[in-house]
């Protein structure tokens, strides 16, 4: 068996009129609560609709996940990345190297609001642009056609990427196989009904076989699988919280850092690292949220203090009144992951 075949879904459970929805980016039919993102009427759903019912794909014929082509992931690219790029001096994994994010510099240790010891990981800069999801239902049910993998149209390095989706329902006739359709071409040519949510789901794409073992809850920590232009990606999942578009963008939330070198000095800002206590790697970056607070998001709004308070930093009170040399400097992906 594929170490892939338990979590192969990737689904968004969206209910219909009457019922509540669950939205995530895994789960499984037999009602487990994997990739749960939280509940909502669908008297609170936000939809469009994007494309006229068509027939079913005549000619089509569905594509078995298991030995479809995958494509190559490159988060470090200098198109994909922008605090962390490859380069000769940093080491960072090539295309397609599995990526070990429980390690530096994908993890960081900092403060919660009243002081607590907080994890996250470090999945850059990400646009308050989400990009689109297309999870599959047939007419008539209100759970995701089982099997199918979820569609997406946009990888790291692709314009308008986002570790941010934005879930779109899409509509297949009632005699639809699983997997069919491994594209956005698919389903367009198709003319599918499409409807746009107001749910997000973060749900970074990364090289096949990579690892990040830290929840904040009980989710499942493994990959899961979606479809790319016919080829399959692995994508890790974040349900600390349940996500919904603010307006049209990703919600965000203030964080407080502080590096080795200020910004403006040579070397200063990200590249000189942030600062950490002594023989410890905890900072004193100070997040405003958590997620069980109801402003919480893991797209943070980075504001940068005064490396000369450091020792003076040590929760968001403090963070605050520390000289800001910065405010708004970048927005970044950091979920939550613990908590002490």
Not at 273 to 290: I, P
Request: glycine share 12%; proline share 6%; charged share 20%.
């Amino acid at each position: 068996m594929s170490k892939h075949t338990t979590r192969r879904r990737f689904i968004v459970a969206a209910g219909l009129a009457g019922t509540t929805f669950l939205a995530g980016c895994t789960g499984s039919t037999g009602g487990g609560n994997g990739g749960t993102m939280g509940t909502a009427t669908t008297d609170e759903m936000t939809t469009e609709s994007t494309t006229e019912q068509g027939d079913s794909m005549d000619g089509s014929t569905p594509t078995d996940p298991a030995s479809a082509p995958r494509a190559t992931i490159d988060r470090f690219s200098e198109a994909a990345g922008t605090l962390m790029v490859r380069t000769d001096e940093n080491g960072l994994p090539g295309p397609d190297e599995a990526v070990d994010f429980d390690q530096g510099p994908f993890i960081t240790q900092g403060l919660g609001p009243d002081g607590e010891i907080v994890r996250y990981y470090n999945f850059d800069v990400q646009a308050t642009t989400p990009a689109p999801i297309y999870a599959l239902f047939r007419e008539g049910e209100d759970t995701p056609v089982e099997g199918q993998l979820n569609v997406v149209d946009v990888i790291p390095g692709d314009e308008g990427y986002n570790d941010f989706w934005h879930v779109h329902k899409v509509t297949v006739p009632e005699d639809y196989e699983a997997n069919t359709a491994t594209s956005l071409a698919d389903i367009e040519d198709a003319g599918y009904e499409m409807e746009a949510t107001d749910m997000l789901v973060n749900c970074p794409v990364v090289p096949d076989g990579s690892t990040a073992s830290m929840r904040y809850g009980d989710e499942d920590t493994g990959l899961v699988e979606g479809w790319y232009q016919g080829m399959v990606v692995s994508y890790f999942q974040f349900t600390e919280a349940a996500l919904t578009l603010s307006g049209e963008s990703v919600p965000l939330s203030p964080i407080y850092v502080t590096f080795n070198v200020n910004p403006g000095e040579d070397g200063g800002g990200p590249p000189s690292g942030f600062v950490t206590e002594d023989g410890s790697d905890q900072t004193h970056n100070v997040v405003a949220t958590l997620p069980d607070d109801s402003g919480y998001s893991p797209l943070w709004f980075v504001n940068i203090y005064d490396n000369a308070d450091f020792d003076g930093v040590s929760d968001l009170s403090s963070a605050t009144d520390a000289e800001q040399l910065a405010s708004g400097a970048a927005n970044v992906n950091c979920p939550i992951v613990s908590v002490e």
